[in-house]
């Protein structure tokens, strides 16, 4: 099946002939993080710290990037989780640094291993420990362990819902909200969303190759709930969350049963889905009057968590 591209924006489309969608696979990957990292870099739009810091963890050493406006004290904090489709992405994340700014809150963002070379469950494994590490360190940090959020785009998304279910089930450290902007959930992409063959930006066969990297494998159904959150059967006893997504998003569909099962669990979660939006568009087209919306409206859900 295929999408048929006049349900897009036309403000979103003239971003496309500049970034078409990706085609990885296991023999390319290595390759694709080379070229794509040789794109141009837009300098910061905001003035944050960037302090670096080593946690030691069970699985050896973990880079953090921790981005602040101010060393004011007992600061809300969120755990950011960057994007990629578990196997691209950096933690040296712009929108950690403009969430840092906006805020006057601390940010940690963790630098994750990637699959293939490390597939799961070390990145929702490294991301845990960052949590844990927020917590212990709560007052060295100067953060208020009570008004954590976690959150992430895309593939951090998925994995910041992943370790919510993880954190659940082990030390279940305080949440105030876990941020997921249009999360990669589904391994089997089993919604009618999923089916169509031609979204822009992530593919269908792409986001397959993406899983089978992650998951190391197929395992279908067997997929562990914290590798992908879809496969959970008890989504009770979770923090509040926010979930956004484009119509013409990969995972449009997924992200709304997600949030439907969530709210049967009786988890309070807001729901925003945008007209024309196709995956991560915000990011290609900032200045585009949908995507100034999406911003709006998980900076206010981010904003109401932190107070």
Not at 222 to 251: K, M
Request: net charge negative.
């Amino acid at each position: 099946m295929l999408l048929d591209y006049k349900k897009i924006d036309p403000e979103l489309l003239p971003a496309l002939e500049d970034f078409p969608a990706l085609d990885l696979n296991r023999d390319n990957i290595v390759k694709m993080r080379e070229l794509l990292a040789q794109r141009p870099t837009v300098p910061s739009a905001v003035a944050v710290s960037e302090e670096e810091q080593v946690i030691d963890t069970k699985d050896g050493a973990l880079r953090v990037f921790i981005y602040r406006k101010t060393n004011a004290a007992n600061q809300p904090a969120l755990l950011w989780v960057h994007g990629g489709g578990y196997i691209l992405g950096t933690a040296k994340d712009e929108r950690a640094r403009v969430i840092a700014d906006a805020f006057d809150c601390t940010v940690v963002s963790v630098d994750y291993r990637l699959a293939p070379e490390a597939p799961f469950p070390a990145g929702p494994n490294d991301c845990y420990a960052a949590l844990e590490w927020m917590n212990d360190q709560a007052a060295v940090l100067g953060i208020d362990r009570e008004r954590i959020v976690i959150g992430g785009a895309s593939a951090g998304a998925g994995m910041a819902a992943g370790v919510v279910l993880m954190n659940r089930d082990k030390a279940n450290y305080p949440l105030r909200l876990q941020l997921l902007l249009y999360p990669m959930l589904d391994n089997l992409h089993g919604t009618p969303s999923g089916q169509f063959e031609n979204h822009p930006v992530w593919k269908q066969q792409t986001s397959f190759n993406a899983w089978e990297m992650y998951l190391d494998g197929t395992p279908g159904l067997e997929a562990s709930p914290y590798a992908a959150a879809a496969r959970a059967t008890d989504l009770s006893g979770l923090p509040s969350a926010y979930i956004c997504v484009g119509a013409a998003d990969l995972f449009c569909d997924e992200d709304i049963e997600y949030a439907r099962r969530l709210d049967a669990a009786g988890v309070n979660v807001e729901l925003a889905v945008f007209p024309g939006v196709y995956h991560a568009a915000e990011s290609f087209a900032p200045a585009v009057k949908v995507s100034k919306r999406l911003k709006a409206s998980f900076m206010s859900a981010l904003g109401d968590a932190f107070r």
